[in-house]
């Protein structure tokens, strides 16, 4: 499934970009931009990952990421011509496997960990002049984010399988696309890096466990594919 998304996705750029790069293109939706508020909608895929800091040397742990799905909308508000002011709620689901160090039993060396985040990020938008048919940018902003699988009020911890996150953390995002104007509506790709401000770990109630106990902060990070039409 996932090649053949691939596949489709290459297609369809690859006609978006002969069609918009050619020397004298046909404009299209050449009134877009001077909205005061323009609306839309996003789909991607995701990469989400941790950065680990640790109380003492010891061994690693791992992290074995996997692609996930976004999906979520748009809404944003010029301020002048080179500069947009977006709100962009989504919803974020990924996995990924962690592997503890120390232990014989895969039960308890392994943690899959579940997160579907309901994101609300505040981005500022910063474009060039528009060339043709297309126009690249740039973006920076805050978000936060509601872990919905962050297990935080679980009584149970990692003796007893379950691993635990923050509901809440808050982020900083970095990104950059092009908007491609199509003849009946604005196609963007993007890519995006998501950084957790805010320790997520929700520690083990024994100070010693072989789990959390050498942890000193967990983030998230997280690569974003996404895929604007408006």
Known sequence: MKKWFFISLTLLITNILSAQFNESPILNKQNEDKKLINWGYFLGLNQYDFKIEYKENAQDVLVSKSFGFNVGLIGELRLNEFLDLRFEPGLHYGS?????????????????????????????????????????????????????????????????????????VYNYELG????????????????????????????????NSPWTGNIESLKTRGLFINFTFE
Do not use: H
């Not at 740039?138 to 007893?160: C, F, K, P, Q, W």
């Not at 790709?189 to 998501?194: E, F």
């Open 96 to 168: 990924r496997l962690m592997g503890f160090p120390g232990f014989d039993d895969e039960r308890d060396a392994i943690r899959e960990v579940k997160s579907t985040y309901i994101n609300f990020p505040v981005l500022l938008k910063a474009s060039t002049r528009r060339f043709g048919n297309f126009k690249p940018f740039l973006l920076a902003g805050g978000s936060r984010s509601l872990n919905l699988g962050s297990n935080e009020e679980s009584l149970d911890d990692n003796s007893s399988g379950t691993f635990r996150m923050k509901k809440w």
């Open 176 to 207: 950059f696309g092009i908007d491609f104007y199509l003849e009946y509506f604005k196609f963007t790709p993007s890519i995006r890096g998501v950084f957790a401000l805010t320790d997520e770990l929700v520690p083990d109630q024994d100070p």
